[in-house]
């Protein structure tokens, strides 16, 4: 099935890559499969963001959620969770292991850009992991996040640094010789800096707080957080309350 967001959706997506992210649709949720590397990351961005941000009864929206991994890690640990992306497989799948799981999750088939219209202000957290490097207008993605927080919220990104360590652990180590990744799943010239997020964030009215190295360690198939941000790196930013900003 082609994954094809709604027509309203605001065109800051790749068809192809919903295309690609769909195809894996059916093993998302197999800790062996395709997505084994996320299964490994997925506890470290729970740990970041539960230790920058009260999860407990918070109102939660996760963006590019995919196949629901981290959206019910968060519900787990207390949070109203609201959950979107735009591949509609994707969103079949996590829609049917919460079902299995009991985890509940909103999932919708929607952009951020869409909701941001229509929950301003509505989330005292937003998570937008490895998803940023997909998408051709990131800054878009950054400023609707910022709207959708509410004062004193805090956004929290991972995604890939683009130096040459990440061209070659992330593409030609992950992909083509360990095979831990499908051929294709990252393209280089759209990975992102530290300083280019930075700018993003800025303009879009927000603090950085933090950024941390994520490393992922195949021969014993876990991530943990580094202090080294040339690959993997999470970032957490912070909206002013109302009279402080600037």
């Not at 800054?139 to 040459?164: D, E, I, K, Q």
């Amino acid at each position: 099935m082609t994954a094809t967001p709604s027509a309203d959706s605001p065109q800051n997506f790749r068809q192809a890559e919903l295309d690609k992210f769909a195809a894996l649709a059916g093993r998302w949720w197999d800790p062996q499969g395709p997505q084994k590397p996320l299964h490994a990351l997925n506890p470290v961005r729970l740990d970041y963001v539960a230790a920058r941000t009260a999860l407990k009864e918070a109102e939660v929206l996760d963006v590019g959620c995919g196949g629901g991994l981290l959206s019910e890690a968060l519900a787990r640990a207390g949070a109203r969770v609201t959950a979107i992306d735009l591949a509609p497989d994707l969103i079949k799948v996590a829609k049917l292991h919460g079902l299995e799981s009991g985890v509940q999750v909103d999932y919708q088939l929607k952009a951020v850009e869409t909701l941001a219209e229509e929950r301003p202000g509505g989330f005292d957290a937003v998570t937008c992991m490895e998803m940023l490097e997909h998408v051709p207008d990131p800054a878009a993605v950054l400023a609707a996040c910022a709207t959708l927080l509410r004062p004193g919220g805090r956004l929290f990104v991972s995604t890939l640094n683009r130096t040459p360590a990440a061209f070659a652990l992330a593409i030609v180590g992950a992909e083509y010789i360990a095979r831990l990744l499908p051929r294709g799943t990252h393209q280089y010239r759209d990975f992102i800096r530290p300083s280019e997020l930075a700018a993003w964030l800025r303009a879009a009215g927000l603090e950085l707080e933090d950024v941390s190295g994520m490393a992922y360690e195949p021969w014993r198939n876990a991530a943990r957080l580094s202090r080294r941000t040339d690959v993997n790196y999470l970032a957490c930013a912070r909206k002013p309350e109302v009279g402080n900003a600037g």
